[in-house]
């Protein structure tokens, strides 16, 4: 089949198309339907603008359906896990053992001064003697060998511990985060494969009532935000929450009662993080708010950028954009301005806690009840201690983040799926391209009928334009023959075999497809016709360019067909982009052709040319012809009119101007200022 907006590379592939082969929103009686039924509110504005989402409807549920995700890479899970414990056993471990240290050197210079002979019990009841008791309750605390001094055995032993927990702690580190980034890759990997085929099983009213730039942004956004909030919140908050546990067992394993002084600042932390973050939170819901409208409007203003020069409307956006700008600046400066205030809030308290610490921790010191690496050692542990809490509390906002876009991926994954094909009967290798409907009724919403009871037939070899106002069903009803919709009654035959018998790869590679927008591909021109038949040689290619009139104008580029479409097609017209197309389906070489308004996009010289690439297209091909422009389809075999779904005429193009009819009053429409219709 050639289509003009199913890519897939993939010849092997017989997956649905996810892009509906409509020519406009507002082409049909469908689009409007949907466009009203499924309007969303203001309140999904937020994921339609290419946003993750930042909270979960259902945290614990879908935060649970995500780790799952994870239960095929448990044993390296398991592994991961192990490495973050040993790596923050000995981060937690070492400062002890630095304090340890600390004692030596302290120790070591204190009995470096002591009388040489005399023992420690000796020097301190020496000392209590001569009324220096609080010296003599100090050194009560250490161990001390008069005149012996520093003990640098003892000392390089310990120092070369520390570096070597250190050391460790950070290869175990980095194995883990490479093991995580290659499980997470995996993870996120089979993700967007699911996410992937799961959109091409989705039947095409499911992309038809929903915001292309919602799909757009769960499927790329949303499963990137997932992969952020496993690969860096996942480990992160095991390890925060492991050192968090660690530090706190070894502060109150050093001192308990210093480790009160320094937990009394949790609450109030809490406390001044919540009465800021409450006020922070409507502020930069504003500036959201605010950052849409203006980008709303850069958008709008630049799409519609001739159309605000031609009316003179430079000024009166230059003040919108100043408006909204000046609104975002409020909102911003507020948002930042407060939310800036917990770091400093956090990091007072944090100082009155350390500044409690250290005094408390110094007069312990110097009554003997702890001593000065102990000391070291704790107040090193109180620093630390804040450095989890703050890396949980942003790696909490991220998997909150993770989980809602994970949600949201969850809900395109749970969408109800297009029938299933139930193939049981195949279509000879050339078809006539001989179409029937036979009682055919369809409806996009059961309160709203929009084909009834339609029978018509397409003999082989014939030209069946549609035409009709807008909203009559023309192009629903040739996404009928597509199967891109299932019927609510009848059935619709192709050479006396129903299609629903028939899978839907198997009929649509007998279908070539026109649209009114030229869709091209990424890519050489040659390489855009040849997707018509992966397969096709060169000169086969080349056939079809010329047949269609493609050849005439490639030559004349500098890079021939090797010419590559840019990203926007600019680098072609409008007339030689439908040619391609026409070229492409030609390639196909289908049975049945549908032409979905082909011609409506180019001038009037180059339409002669689309028109007689469409002619040679045609041939020997039973063709549907939608059409606005009724004097494109005179010379059609039979003229169907629609009205509301139904056929009202039928016949060809003189007979319906003898009948004057629907045709007639549609034909007089567009040329009554000809002299002579007929």
Do not use: C
């Not at 070899?461 to 549609?466: C, D, K, R, S």
């Amino acid at each position: 089949m050639s289509t003009d907006k199913d890519f897939r590379p993939d010849e092997d592939r017989t997956i649905d198309p996810v892009v509906a082969p409509t020519p406009g929103a507002a082409a049909d009686a469908e689009a409007q339907v949907l466009d009203e039924e499924f309007r969303p509110s203001e309140a999904d504005g937020d994921m339609f603008g290419g946003t993750p989402a930042k909270k979960a409807k259902h945290f614990w549920p879908s935060a649970k359906r995500l780790f799952s995700l994870l239960a095929p890479e448990r044993t390296a899970i398991v592994v991961v896990l192990a490495m973050v414990v040993i790596a923050v056993v000995l981060n937690v471990i070492a400062p002890r053992v630095l304090g340890s240290a600390m004692d030596v050197i302290f120790s070591g210079v204190i009995s470096s001064n002591l009388p040489d002979g005399a023992n420690q019990q000796q020097v301190i009841e020496g000392l209590r003697a001569e009324g220096q008791d609080q010296f003599a309750d100090m050194l009560s605390g250490m161990e001390l060998t008069p005149g012996a001094g520093i003990d640098f055995t003892l000392l390089g032993r310990l120092i070369l511990l520390v570096l070597g927990m250190y050391l460790v702690s950070s290869v175990f580190m980095w194995l883990q985060g490479y093991l995580l980034n290659k499980v997470v890759m995996r993870v996120v990997y089979n993700l967007r494969r699911d996410v992937e085929a799961k959109l091409n099983r989705l039947p095409l009213n499911y992309f038809d009532t929903r915001q292309r730039g919602d799909l757009l942004s769960r499927v790329t956004n949303d499963v990137d935000n997932v992969q952020q909030a496993l690969q860096q919140a996942f480990a992160q908050l095991i390890m925060s929450a492991l050192s968090l546990i660690g530090i706190t067992v070894m502060m109150f394993v050093v001192s308990w009662q210093l480790a009160l002084i320094a937990l009394v600042a949790l609450p109030l932390s809490a406390l001044g993080a919540g009465l800021i973050g409450v006020r922070s939170q409507k502020l930069f819901a504003e500036q959201w708010k605010n950052t849409g409208q203006l980008n709303g409007h850069i958008e709008e203003s630049f799409s519609g950028h001739d159309l605000v020069r031609v009316f003179g409307r430079e000024k009166e956006s230059l003040e919108q954009f100043d408006q909204k700008n000046e609104d975002l600046y409020k909102a911003s400066f507020g948002a930042q301005f407060v939310s800036g205030m917990i770091m400093p809030v956090m990091q007072f308290i944090s100082y009155l806690s350390y500044v409690g610490i250290a005094v408390v921790g110094g007069l312990r010191v110097a009554s003997g009840s702890m001593t000065l690496g102990e000391a070291t050692a704790f107040i090193q542990y109180s620093r630390e201690f804040n450095q989890p809490l703050s890396q949980m509390a942003g790696m909490a906002n991220m998997l909150q983040s993770g989980v809602a876009s994970a949600e949201r991926v969850f809900e395109l994954l749970d969408a109800e799926e297009q029938d299933p094909d139930t193939a049981i009967a195949s279509l000879p290798a050339r078809t006539t391209g001989h179409v029937e409907f036979e009682q055919v009724s369809f409806s996009y919403t059961p309160d709203r009928p929009l084909i009834e009871d339609l029978s018509f037939a397409a003999k082989p070899g014939e030209t069946v334009a549609i035409v009709g106002p807008t909203g009559a069903g023309k192009t629903t009803l040739v996404n009928l023959v597509m199967r891109f919709y299932e019927l609510n009654s009848g059935r619709i035959t192709l050479d006396g075999v129903d299609i629903t018998r028939i899978s839907r790869a198997e009929l649509r590679s007998r279908v070539g497809m026109v649209l009114q927008d030229a869709w091209l591909f990424g890519g050489s021109i040659y390489e855009n016709i040849r997707y018509g038949h992966l397969d096709a040689t060169h000169e086969q290619v080349m056939h079809a360019a010329k047949a269609t009139f493609v050849d005439r104008f490639v030559r004349a580029l500098p890079d021939g067909y090797d010419t590559v479409i840019d990203e926007e097609g600019n680098n072609v017209s409008a007339g030689e982009k439908q040619l391609i197309t026409i070229a492409r389906a030609f390639l196909a070489s289908p049975s049945l052709l549908i032409l979905d308004e082909a011609t409506s996009s180019v001038d009037t010289r180059t339409e002669l040319l689309v028109q007689h690439a469409m002619a040679a297209l045609r041939t020997d091909r039973t063709s549907f012809v939608i059409a606005h422009r009724l004097s494109t389809i005179r010379d059609a075999d039979i003229i169907l009119v629609m009205e509301d779904g139904r056929i009202v005429e039928q016949g060809s193009h003189s007979d319906l101007l003898e009948a004057q009819g629907a045709y007639y009053r549609l034909y007089m429409s567009q040329f009554a200022a000809a002299a002579d219709p007929v």
